[in-house]
């Protein structure tokens, strides 16, 4: 098995197990909504996907892969822009995975590892852990996506403002 891919290629097997997904109405939308700093909701769903694939290879654990690629890509199908307080309440990141679940079983069909994948990848702020293997990977996936995301958006700025402060 190999241990490496590239972006190229991890795109290849996402497209594999997922050209359904990829090529929705509802990805289409997913584009339209920024998720963390400058990322899109959809671009967010693709790196975690393959964060997920770099996960299982580096912990060496045999998954669903197909059953995790779209579980990941599915994760954050809530389909609104939760920066808009007039279109989203407070508790969006309690409340989101159940909405996602909503749309993806209604635009998609899914296995259980995938409903349990999309349900569970907000723990802790949602009290149930992930039981499946896919599901604890998409799980830490999102989080690492989620703060590099974060940190790539701030940084720059930080390191910027530190520059014209004459701090560096």
Known sequence: MKVYYTKKELMAILRHYAADILDSEGMKREAEFTQHGEVSCYDHSVNVACESIKLALRFRM???VR???????????????????AKCSRLHGF????????????????????REIIKKHMFPLNPQPPRSKESLLV??????????????????????????NGLY
Not at 139 to 164: G, Q
């Open 139 to 164: 799980t830490m996936a999102d989080k690492i996506c989620a703060v590099r995301e974060i940190y790539n958006a701030i940084i720059p700025r930080f390191k910027l403002r530190r520059y014209r």
């Open 95 to 114: 409340k989101h995975a159940k909405t996602a679940l909503a749309n993806a079983e209604r635009d998609f069909e899914l296995s259980d590892t995938e």
């Open 62 to 64: 045999r998954v669903d």
């Open 67 to 85: 059953a995790m690629v779209r579980g990941a890509l599915l994760h954050d199908y809530f389909l609104y822009d939760w920066h808009d307080p």
